[in-house]
């Protein structure tokens, strides 16, 4: 996962502010935030069926392979 942040100086010249190849931000806190209410209002998340966020690690790691380039192993 890579996030590139990006200004434009004139029309044809851009600057690279940062350039980070890691875990999206933030996802650490959803994963908490989705335990912490999870319970605190278990029925509510029963009624209205939210889904589960704790294989998101996993999903990542197989959207990841399923589009990596073939002369590469993982």
Known sequence: IIGVDIVRISENEFYVLE???????????????????MQLFPELFQQIKVRPVENYPQLLRQSLAAVRPQSTKG
Not at 24 to 35: A, I, K
């Open 19 to 37: 350039d980070n190849a890691r875990t999206p931000s933030g996802v650490s806190y959803m994963l908490e935030n989705r335990e912490t209410m």
